[in-house]
C-alpha cells in the first residue's frame, strides 16, 4: 500500500523562526506537489516539483525534492502569522492522472 | 482570475439517496479530477478524467460513483446510493495539462448523509 507521509503532524512555531516539514512516500515518483488549505477552505496550489533536486521558492517558503530518498522538505523561514494553514504535500503516481496525499501538517504561528 | 466553481456549497442527503455534485472547471482546461476531504483528515483522491473518459480511478471510487461531462463546461460526481461514510467535502480540480503545472481547486461541496 503506497504511504505519504509527513512529519511532523502539528507544528507550533514562534513569529521568526525557521522550521522543516517533511514529506516521505513509499512509490517511485518524480512528481511532487505542495498545497496549503486555510480552515475551512480549499486547497491553493503552492509548488510543483517536477523532477529529482528540484528546488522551488516562493517568499518565506522553499520546496524541495529528492526523489532517490522519497523525500520532500518544506522549508519556512522567518515564519509570520499569515502562514498558519495546514499544509500537504501530494505524490503523483500516474504522469498527472493519480495522486495520494499525505497526512498534513497543521502549521500555527504564534506572534 | 479565472476559477473553478462548485454547487452547491452544502447538500444534505438521506442515506440511499442520489446525488450529484456540479462543477465548472476553467474553461479552457483539459483534466479534471475529484478529491474528498473527510473532516480532519487529509484529502483522497476519486478520479481523474480527460478526454470524456476517465484516466484514473481510486479504491474509493467504486460503483456507486460515477462521472461524466455532460456538456461543454459542467463536469459532475454522482453518487448512486449514498452512504453516511460519504459525508465529506469534495472539491474538484482542473489543470490545463496533466499534473500540472497547477491543479485549481474548487471551493468545495460539503456532503452531510444524515
Known amino acids: 500500500e503506497l504511504k505519504v507521509e509527513q512529519n511532523p503532524l502539528f507544528l507550533s512555531m514562534q513569529e521568526g523562526k525557521n522550521y522543516t516539514i517533511y514529506c516521505n512516500y513509499s512509490t517511485t515518483s518524480d512528481r511532487l506537489y505542495w498545497y496549503r488549505q486555510d480552515p475551512g477552505k480549499s486547497l491553493e496550489s503552492l509548488f510543483v516539483?517536477?523532477?529529482?533536486?528540484a528546488v522551488k521558492q516562493e517568499g518565506r517558503l522553499m520546496a524541495s525534492l529528492d526523489t532517490k530518498a522519497r523525500l520532500s522538505t518544506l522549508h519556512i523561514t522567518a515564519a509570520v502569522h499569515d502562514l498558519s494553514a495546514t499544509y500537504f504535500c501530494a505524490v503523483d503516481v500516474n504522469t498527472g492522472n493519480q495522486f495520494y496525499f499525505g497526512t498534513g501538517t497543521s502549521l500555527t504561528v504564534i506572534p | 482570475e479565472p476559477e473553478v466553481t462548485q454547487t452547491p456549497s452544502h447538500q444534505v442527503t438521506q442515506m440511499g439517496q442520489e446525488v450529484i455534485l456540479r462543477c465548472v472547471p476553467i474553461s479552457n482546461h483539459l483534466y479534471f479530477y475529484w478529491y474528498r476531504q473527510i473532516l480532519g483528515q487529509k484529502v483522497e483522491f476519486l478520479v481523474s478524467?480527460?478526454?470524456?473518459?476517465?484516466?484514473?480511478k481510486s479504491e474509493i471510487f467504486d460503483d456507486q460513483f460515477s462521472v461524466e461531462r455532460p456538456d461543454g463546461s459542467n463536469f459532475t460526481l454522482k453518487i448512486r446510493s449514498t452512504k453516511l461514510e460519504d459525508s465529506a467535502m469534495y472539491f474538484c480540480?482542473?489543470?490545463?495539462?496533466?499534473?500540472?503545472?497547477?491543479?485549481?481547486f474548487g471551493p468545495g461541496t460539503r456532503l452531510t448523509v444524515l
Open positions: 480540480a482542473s489543470s490545463a495539462v496533466a499534473g500540472g503545472p497547477r491543479q485549481f
Open positions: 478524467f480527460y478526454n470524456n473518459e476517465i484516466s484514473e
Open positions: 516539483l517536477l523532477s529529482n533536486g
